[in-house]
């Protein structure tokens, strides 16, 4: 598929993903804690601000002040565009009817109020953790995410992997569901004196994409990939 790409805001991994994501798609980042899907959401936000785009920030985890807070130590000025371009709000993860309501009914309004181009959700698999059943949470995960697809706004969507297999996402479901997934995870060199981070586009729909394991740094005002290197 031709035509602009909607860049991460992350070199190299941009790179990777054939110039960024396509326009419209849905994107998730899987990776166990504390390997950057945060990170790499704040800087697929400040990416759409910096290029005068609407963002809506959805955080299941931090209060909005916190993630405010977090963009500003990163050196960026937020503040001009709080309320303006850059919507931030925290969901609690723990009332079911009121999470499930916000962001099946309210979340598909305000996108459209606000004209939004980029929609981050941080993590999703809170959200998916609040179903009872797997029948529950995977007919309605495919509902919101096709309802999702209607808007024209790319989405990030960030999952914590399951307990078992750094592979997969919390609940093996959003992988199906997006049209990219990216994976992120420690890998520990068998002489075990350091732990690198590593990151592959596990999949892309309508796009060639690179295959290869890149390793990468979180840094403090920025991700670095390191597109020459190998990690094995
Ligand atoms: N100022 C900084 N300079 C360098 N590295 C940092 C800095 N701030 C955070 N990090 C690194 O980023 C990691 C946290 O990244 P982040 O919060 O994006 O991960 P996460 O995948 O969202 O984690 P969680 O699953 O706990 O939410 C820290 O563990 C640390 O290694
Ligand atoms: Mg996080």
Redesign the pocket.
Known sequence: MNGERVKMGIMGLDDMLGGGLIPGSICSII??????????SLEFAWEGLKKGENVIYISL?EREERIVTYMQ?KGWDVKPYLNRSLYVIKLDPTDFNLANNRIKNELPKLIEEVKAHRVVI??ISLFEDLFTTDFERRQEMFRFVEGLRDKKCTIMM?S?TDRDNVFASRHALIEYLSDTVIL?RYVRPSDLTDVHLALEVVKMRMSAHSREIKPYE???DQVLVYSEANVF
């Open positions: 990776g166990t804690y504390g390997t950057g899907k945060t990170t790499f985890e130590q941080d993590p960030t914590e992120l979180l840094m403090q």
